[in-house]
């Protein structure tokens, strides 16, 4: 991998994801945020890739941060709001969900 190529690091650390390979995946996708932290892709990504282990609250923290950089993207809500139903932060899923449905307008 070149040393400062973000997508290549992103893309090695989703390849090793579909091959359930959480572990070393985890690397690649801290290298590629500390390449580029202020790509929403690149968290929101992570964030579900950390979900699929268990391990809400940083999937949580990188969802917030994804929105953060891109507020405009319905994805990203839906997905914040989904992982905090699943935390059990019901109000605060719900204002993401209709923010996911305002961004489509």
Partial sequence: ?????????????????????FTAAVPHFER????SPHSPNAHHTYARALASPGD???AL???RDAVALAPQRPDL???LALALRQAG???EAQHHFLQAGASTR
Wanted: aromatic share 0%; glycine share 0%; no cysteine.
């Fill in 1 to 21: 991998l070149a040393p400062h190529d973000r997508d290549a690091e992103l893309s090695l650390a989703i390849a090793l994801m579909a091959t359930d390979r």
């Fill in 56 to 58: 809400l609250d940083a």
């Fill in 61 to 63: 923290r990188h969802l």
């Fill in 77 to 79: 809500h839906r997905d």
């Fill in 89 to 91: 932060r019901l109000e």
């Fill in 32 to 35: 590629a945020i500390a390449l």
